[in-house]
């Protein structure tokens, strides 16, 4: 169940089902610098977890 913030009393209030949310978060990830050093950040965390992925813990 998604909430949004609304005007109301509490200021919080559940969504119908089929009701979009509307967020500005997409908008300011647009505006966030991204250099090389991100690019091979995530490239180094990409190998890294090819190389050793998480083990599951075994049922005990």
Same mark, same amino acid.
């Given at each position: 169940m998604a909430i949004r913030h609304d005007d109301t009393t509490d %200021? &919080?209030? =559940? #969504?119908?089902?089929?009701e979009p949310i509307r967020s500005l978060i997409p908008a300011r990830l647009d505006? !966030? %610098?991204w250099s090389r050093f991100h =690019?091979?950040? &995530? &490239? #180094? !965390? %990409?190998v890294a977890w090819v190389l050793h992925p998480p083990v599951p813990v075994p049922p005990t």
């Open positions: %200021g &919080v209030h =559940t #969504a119908r089902p089929n505006r !966030l %610098g =690019t091979m950040l &995530v &490239v #180094a !965390l %990409g």
